[in-house]
């Protein structure tokens, strides 16, 4: 069965720094990935997605994602955090049943920004 | 610019009692979701509804039904609340069936349930 895995519950890095959020995932075929990210008390928001072609992905707020398929990996980057940017991120992969998609969610990393 | 509205955003329940909570979407978008989200967990697939007039499981179905009312609206109930559903539910929606069409789930803002 298809699923997602976030290696790190908590990261902490330093406004300015640069970010890397993990995401293994498995699946059989060439998945489709997505992250997303929550503000507190909200919903949440997709910042970039990927189903084929070109594996590195450019997403809104300056995040990036590489696609790896030779390491099942989608990690999360940006060059340089803002402290707008302290959220929990979610890693998702498509599962297909029954002749539907559904979005499995791994369980999440939660961004802390020093100033 | 409402989005995927929820109802109720905070309710708390004594074991035993049933709820419902309702959601909204003005999208004109098929498919329909509840989730429910748990520290260290992520989301979760209770139901969805690919489409007005279908439901169906997802990970977590057990304690919940659901109903497609319409192409707008998805209702998630509780028929008899246990303290383990205490957690925050969101609903979302997507355009086609299923989310590979556009590639996105539109959330509401959650509902935050309590069971005592």
């Known amino acids: 069965a298809q699923s997602v895995t976030q290696p790190d519950i908590h990261i902490t890095v330093s406004e300015g720094a640069s970010l890397e959020l993990r995401c293994n995932y498995s699946?059989?075929?060439?998945?489709?990935l997505f992250w997303y990210v929550q503000s507190p008390g909200q919903g949440l928001q997709l910042l970039l997605k990927y189903f084929s072609g070109d594996t590195l992905v450019q997403g809104i707020k300056g995040f990036e994602a590489e696609f790896k398929r030779s390491q099942s990996s989608f990690n999360l980057r940006k060059p340089s955090v803002h402290w707008s940017d302290a959220a929990e991120y979610f890693c998702?992969?498509?599962?297909?049943?029954?002749?539907?998609?559904?979005?499995?969610f791994g369980a999440g990393t939660r961004l802390a920004v020093h100033p | 610019n409402a989005g995927v509205t929820q109802t109720p955003k905070f309710q708390v329940l004594k074991t035993g009692q049933s709820m419902t909570l309702q959601c909204a979407q003005d999208m004109n978008h098929n498919s329909m979701y509840w989730y429910r989200q748990d520290p260290g967990m992520g989301l979760r697939l209770i139901y969805y509804s690919a489409s007005e007039g279908t439901t169906d499981k997802g990970e977590v179905p057990n304690g919940y039904n659901v109903s497609r009312l319409n192409k707008r609206e998805f209702s998630l109930r509780l028929e008899s609340a246990a303290p383990s559903q205490t957690s925050v539910y969101f609903c979302?929606?997507?355009?086609?069936?299923?989310?590979?069409?556009?590639?996105?789930?539109?959330f509401g803002e959650g509902s935050r349930l309590t069971v005592l």
């Open positions: 699946y059989g075929a060439t998945p489709y």
């Open positions: 979302a929606s997507s355009l086609g069936q299923g989310v590979v069409n556009t590639g996105e789930l539109f």
């Open positions: 998702a992969v498509v599962m297909f049943s029954g002749g539907y998609n559904k979005l499995i």
